[in-house]
Antibody, heavy 120, light 108 residues
Framework: QVQLQESGPGLVKPSETLSLTCTVS????????LSWIRQPPGKGLEWIGY???????NYNPSLKSRVTISVDTSKNQFSLKLSSVTAADTAVYYC??????????????WGKGTTVTVSS | SSELTQDPAVSVALGQTVRITCQGD??????TSWYQQKPGQAPVLVIY???NRPSGIPDQFSGSSSGNTASLTITGAQAEDEADYYC???????????FGGGTRLTVL
């Protein structure tokens, strides 16, 4: 059974870089869409972006200038970096693995999520 | 605001059928995936593609689409179906993906 687990600091200072890692166990990450999603407190889901085939990335336009998603297939991990964070970046961050095509995209295995608070 | 529009809240009587909708111009050309999220839990994929259910999702969940509207239908709603439901599809630029604002389903 494939499982995903997010890890990283739960508290980040304003203007610094948020860094999270997603470790995938029980399955592969090659040839899958590896995604990050976040959910601010009491609000809906926000798609951050994905990496596919170890190199092709697609980011939310509203975050694109600050986001980098990368993958380390040797460790079965993928990572999120979000720079210049503010309080508005406080959220539960989820990683997910999934598939898709030109006409659809889905995330069928999710991590439990990790809470990141931006505060000095 | 989201480029995919969902009703904020919908209610259904126990055992009845409910349709949750998602509207957006991109839906004329792209399929929608649907996610169920219960309080304090990660989202769960319930429908993707034309009308595909992941393993373990009961057939009471089904998806359809017409024009600029995608629908998730829950047949015979149960108390455990009470949750937030989110649609996800392409944005209007057709280059990125976006979630709808979510629909809170209450089972009466």
């Amino acid at each position: 059974q494939v499982q995903l687990q997010e890890s990283g600091p739960g508290l980040v200072k304003p203007s610094e870089t948020l860094s999270l890692t997603c470790t995938v166990s029980g399955g592969f990450i090659s040839n899958y869409y590896l995604s990050w999603i976040r959910q601010p407190p009491g609000k809906g889901l926000e798609w951050i972006g994905y990496i596919y085939n170890s190199g092709s990335t697609n980011y939310n336009p509203s975050l694109k200038s600050r986001v980098t998603i990368s993958v380390d297939t040797s460790k079965n991990q993928f990572s999120l970096k979000l720079s210049s964070v503010t309080a508005a970046d406080t959220a539960v961050y989820y990683c997910a693995r999934g598939g898709g095509s030109v006409y659809y995209y889905y995330m069928d295995v999710w991590g439990k999520g990790t809470t990141v608070t931006v505060s000095s | 605001s989201s480029e995919l529009t969902q009703d904020p809240a919908v209610s259904v009587a126990l055992g009845q059928t409910v349709r949750i909708t998602c509207q957006g111009d991109s839906l004329r050309n792209y399929y929608t995936s649907w996610y169920q999220q219960k309080p304090g839990q990660a989202p769960v994929l319930v429908i993707y593609g034309k009308n595909n259910r992941p393993s373990g999702i009961p057939d009471q969940f089904s998806g359809s689409s017409s024009g600029n509207t995608a629908s998730l239908t829950i047949t015979g709603a149960q108390a455990e179906d009470e949750a937030d439901y989110y649609c996800n599809s392409r944005d209007t630029s057709n280059n990125h993906w976006v979630f709808g604002g979510g629909t809170r389903l209450t089972v009466l």
